[in-house]
T-cell receptor, first 115, second 111 residues
C-alpha cells in the first residue's frame, strides 16, 4: 500500500459525458501528479500540482482539467469523453524537496471505460 | 527529455540474478537514472535511482557505466513477485519531477 488513494476504482460511462477522478496523496506529500496509461500510448504524464498550484503540464487534452484543493487532495476532470479516453488513470504523490530523490508513490489507479 | 532504450522482454529463472539493461546515450550531466516497476494490475513503484556511482538498496542494485550512457538494474535473486514491467527513466531532480515512461522491459520469472 503506497498510501495514495484513488476513487473510484472503476468507472463506466458513455461518450460525451463528464467524470471526476479523485486522488488523496500520502500524508505530508505536497505534490500530486496525474498519469494516463492506455494500450497504445503507454504511461503518459498529464499534469503536476504542488501545494495547490499547477507546476508542470504534459500531454493533457484541453477537455481535461485538474485542480488541487487546500487539503491537498486532487481531482482530474474529464469532459466530452471519447472512446479513446478509455484508460487507467494513475495519481502519484511526492514530498518534493530541493534535495533528495523525490520518489513518486502511485495509487492503485482508476479504470475508465467509455462506451 | 533524453530517451532510454530497453529490451522489450526478458526471462529469468526463479532464485537467479537478473540483469536488466538500459541505454541512455543522450543523458545530460544533471539527469538522474531512475528505475520504476509496475507489477500486474498495480501502479508503478520506485525501485532505485542513481547519478554516477553504483547504488544498492533492499530491492536491487544499480550499476552505472563510467560514461553514464548505460546502466543495469540488478535483481540479486529473482522471485515470482518480481515479475513486472521495469522502466528506466531519466529525470532531472528538483524543478523537473515528471516521469517520462518508455515501453519498459517485461520481466518474466520462470519457476
Amino acid at each position: 500500500d503506497s498510501g495514495v488513494t484513488q476513487t473510484p476504482k472503476h468507472l463506466i460511462t458513455a461518450t460525451g459525458q463528464r467524470v471526476t477522478l479523485r486522488c488523496s496523496p500520502r500524508s505530508g506529500d505536497l505534490s500530486v501528479y496525474w498519469y494516463q496509461q492506455s494500450l497504445d500510448q503507454g504511461l503518459q504524464f498529464l499534469i503536476q500540482y504542488y501545494n495547490g498550484e499547477e507546476r508542470a503540464k504534459g500531454n493533457i487534452l484541453e477537455r481535461f482539467s485538474a485542480q488541487q484543493f487546500p487539503d491537498l487532495h486532487s481531482e482530474l476532470n474529464l469532459s466530452s469523453l471519447e472512446l479513446g479516453d478509455s484508460a487507467l488513470y494513475f495519481c502519484a504523490s511526492s514530498v518534493l524537496q530541493a534535495q533528495g530523490v523525490n520518489e513518486q508513490f502511485f495509487g492503485p489507479g482508476t479504470r475508465l471505460t467509455v462506451l | 527529455d533524453a530517451k532510454t532504450t530497453q529490451p522489450n522482454s526478458m526471462e529469468s529463472n526463479e532464485e537467479e540474478p537478473v540483469h536488466l539493461p538500459c541505454n541512455h546515450s543522450t543523458i545530460s550531466g544533471t539527469d538522474y537514472i531512475h528505475w520504476y516497476r509496475q507489477l500486474p494490475s498495480q501502479g508503478p513503484e520506485y525501485v532505485i535511482h542513481g547519478l554516477t556511482s553504483n547504488v544498492n538498496n533492499r530491492m536491487a542494485s544499480l550499476a552505472i557505466a563510467e560514461d553514464r550512457k548505460s546502466s543495469t538494474l540488478i535483481l540479486h535473486r529473482a522471485t515470482l513477485r518480481d515479475a513486472a514491467v521495469y522502466y528506466c527513466i531519466l529525470r532531472g531532480n528538483f524543478g523537473n519531477e515528471k516521469l517520462t515512461f518508455g515501453t519498459g522491459t517485461r520481466l518474466t520469472i520462470i519457476p
